[in-house]
């Protein structure tokens, strides 16, 4: 039971980071019910412009960074980021599940929303 404490407990300290800039969390398109905790940290589905599929964040205690695992609908793991500080948490998973180099035309495009 103490392991699962200490899980809950990390998981905890990842959502605490990632709520710190909801805005862009919420543009992952994670879904709320797919949050769980997993060893070591935080699972969560996300219906990103790059990346559709789980998210786990973990945290590496021994170098006290963040490893990013993103995972396909099917389960396979696709890539794996080590050694994330704490930081740049939210940039290195938005870079990667989010954000393309035509970012603001997608969003245009997706949402309708009129360029001025």
Not at 1 to 24: C, F, G, H, V
Not at 101 to 115: A, F, L, Q, V, W
Request: glycine share 6%; aromatic share 10%; charged share 30%.
């Amino acid at each position: 039971m103490e392991n699962n404490d200490y899980n809950l407990e990390l998981a905890r300290y990842i959502w605490s980071i990632l709520k710190t800039q909801i805005t862009i969390f919420m543009s992952w398109g994670v879904v709320p019910e797919s949050m769980k905790v997993i060893e070591g940290g935080l699972e969560f589905h996300c219906q990103g412009f790059k990346h559709k599929g789980k998210v786990q964040i973990v945290l590496d205690e021994g170098k006290d960074l963040f490893e990013v695992h993103l995972i396909s609908e099917n389960g396979e793991k696709i890539k794996t980021i080590e050694d994330v500080f704490l930081d740049n948490l939210i940039s290195v998973v938005d870079e990667n599940i989010e954000k393309t180099e035509d970012y603001k035309k997608r969003i245009s495009e997706t949402y309708r929303i009129m360029e001025f």
